[in-house]
């Protein structure tokens, strides 16, 4: 029977050569095994003290400190700890999200693109100084700069 014979044939041959090609080229499975941007930036602590530093710099900010007016330690704890679980998941990382919806928590705020811009510059300069290499600065503010429509606040249509 041909079915027979084709079915012994991928058992008896093919099965084992494509074995032997794998174990031969490992770079064949390359795709499977490519680093995560979370694992390129140096995993959570790295993340960790990027967000730290970055959130000093928005927090110091003149031009959009009074965001954060009235925050005590522990709410800015909350944000920081919030801020590092989004970084680490969006990034690829093993990390849950523990934050609202990006366009919930900042809906009614009225941040506009220029404070937007602001923020997203500051974590720039940031990964600047931690000198994250040219790659993973640009996928990783790709990525952040995305977000604007969650969170830059958009005038009603008449
Ligand atoms: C650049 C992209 C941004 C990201 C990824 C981001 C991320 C976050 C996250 C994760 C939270 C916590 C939400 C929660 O409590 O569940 C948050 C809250 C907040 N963000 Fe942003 N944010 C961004 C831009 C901005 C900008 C541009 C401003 C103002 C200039 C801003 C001001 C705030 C404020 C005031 C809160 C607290 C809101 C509240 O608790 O009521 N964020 N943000």
Same mark, same amino acid.
């Given at each position: 029977?041909?079915?027979?014979?084709?079915?012994?044939?991928?058992?008896?041959?093919?099965?084992?050569? #494509?074995?032997? #090609? %794998?174990?031969?080229?490992?770079?064949?499975?390359?795709?499977?095994?490519?680093?995560?941007?979370? =694992?390129?930036?140096?995993? *959570?602590?790295?993340?960790?003290? #990027?967000?730290?530093?970055?959130?000093? +710099?928005?927090? !110091? /900010?003149?031009?959009?400190?009074? %965001? %954060?007016?009235? @925050?005590?330690?522990?709410?800015? !704890?909350?944000?920081?700890?919030? !801020?590092?679980?989004? @970084? $680490?998941? /969006?990034?690829?990382?093993? $990390?849950?999200?523990?934050?609202?919806?990006?366009? #919930?928590?900042?809906?009614?705020?009225?941040?506009?693109?220029? =404070?937007?811009?602001?923020?997203?510059?500051?974590?720039?300069?940031?990964?600047?100084? %931690?000198?994250?290499? +040219?790659?993973?600065?640009?996928?990783? @503010?790709?990525?952040?700069?995305?977000?604007?429509? *969650?969170?830059?606040?958009?005038?009603?249509? /008449?």
């Amino acid at each position: 029977m041909s079915l027979g014979r084709s079915h012994s044939a991928w058992l008896s041959f093919i099965l084992p050569m #494509v074995i032997i #090609v %794998f174990l031969a080229f490992p770079g064949l499975s390359q795709a499977e095994t490519e680093k995560s941007l979370y =694992e390129r930036l140096g995993g *959570y602590d790295a993340i960790s003290a #990027v967000v730290d530093r970055f959130l000093e +710099k928005v927090w !110091n /900010d003149p031009e959009i400190s009074r %965001f %954060f007016i009235g @925050m005590g330690t522990d709410t800015r !704890n909350q944000l920081r700890q919030k !801020n590092k679980n989004l @970084m $680490c998941h /969006d990034t690829g990382g093993p $990390c849950k999200i523990i934050s609202r919806p990006l366009e #919930v928590a900042h809906a009614g705020l009225g941040i506009t693109e220029k =404070e937007f811009n602001i923020v997203v510059n500051h974590l720039a300069s940031t990964l600047k100084e %931690f000198k994250v290499p +040219k790659p993973e600065h640009e996928e990783l @503010m790709a990525k952040v700069r995305k977000l604007k429509p *969650y969170i830059v606040e958009t005038k009603a249509k /008449d």
